[in-house]
């Protein structure tokens, strides 16, 4: 960065340059609002309560059950899948948008031990500590009824870790406290050397970082469509399965909506081809069709460059928080926990504080800065305030805000008001 301190209009004329800034009227933000929690709730696109209400009034109102067949009800897991493939590196029938994420890591997980069960020998998942908890309540479900070891290591013991008794490498790609990203491609590939099969979640990397799937080698992926694809909560989440996995797999929760004929109510199983018969019961039509507009929103930005430009803006903004938080936040107790180092870090930006970060996230939430907080685990990893810097919609102007209120919540005190103490249930 140069000698001389950011500006607010240093940031406005950043706004002014970037091509991608219209595509931030596709959003319903409230007025007054910086909203940095895109990556656990994505926010309101504007053509959703449309679509929705026509989903509502005229397909289910009016058609009825022949909406299945008239209103495209039927392949929609398939359509907003190969809509979600076009940001991860998948090819169209790849993907199919069903479920949540954690059931979704349940049958990808399971297939890819089934898969691994041909050889005796391995008897581990191998993940990280500090993985999202739902990776690791599934992981040690499926631990404890196949009588295998969970594994779990820290970041830098990975490459270690990965031994010829092992199953399953299963990561969450971008990390959801710290933003740390992994080398898909590098770890997939080692992983691979030592015979294991890989599992990714990319909650935290769809629609925030470009990702490719095939090229990275990885063989099972899932994701989540509520935060940076801005489906909604509890929007379907998504799964994908390397092609070369394709006609040996075996998923456990078999229902009839991943059997090849559902509606010819056979009475025995038989799995649809590819990614298809990971599906287990009826779609979510609702929340597909509100997830097929968070898609949409982004695959508008495909015409300024796509995820390419939209990762080189998302390094901006984060580099750009970064850089201010050092020059305005100095002798406040936050430390950056975000890998500086570009190809390290996905969208957001984590400080963490010995104390006090729920009280200041709360000031600074009622100033109209939204970010999130995320507990340490109360020694040595400390509590996080997360900034999510979600490029389709967030300025350079938001990242001045933002840190400037956040300046504000310090230098003032504000922050240790006791009515900012309080605690709610959703953090
Ligand atoms: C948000 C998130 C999930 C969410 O799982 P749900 O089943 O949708 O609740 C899972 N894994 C990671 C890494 C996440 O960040």
Redesign the pocket.
Known sequence: MSLARFTRADCETLDQQDSLSALRNQFSLPEGVVYLDGN?LGPLPVATPGRVARTLSEEWGKGLITSWNTAGWLDLPQQVGDKIARLIGAHPGEVVAAD????N?YKTLSAALNIAADDPRRTAIVSERG??P??LYIAQSLCRDRGLALRLVERDELAVALRDDVAVLML?HID?RTGAMHDMAALSAQAHEAGILTVW?L??SAGAVPVDLNVAGADFAVG?G??YLNGGPGAP?FLWMNPRHADHIRQPLTGWWGHATPFAFTTDYIPAAGINGFQSGTPSILGLAALDCGLDTLLAAEAFGGMTALRQKSLALTSLFMTLVQERLQGHGFEIVTPTDEPLRGSQVSLSRADGAWAIMQALIERGVIGDFRAGDGGQQHDLLRFGFAPLYTSHADVWQAVDQLHQVMQSGQWREPRFAQRRAVT
């Open positions: 656990s949540s994420t954690s059931i890591l993985n999202f739902t990776d969450t959801y979640d909650a935290h989540c509520y935060k989440a």
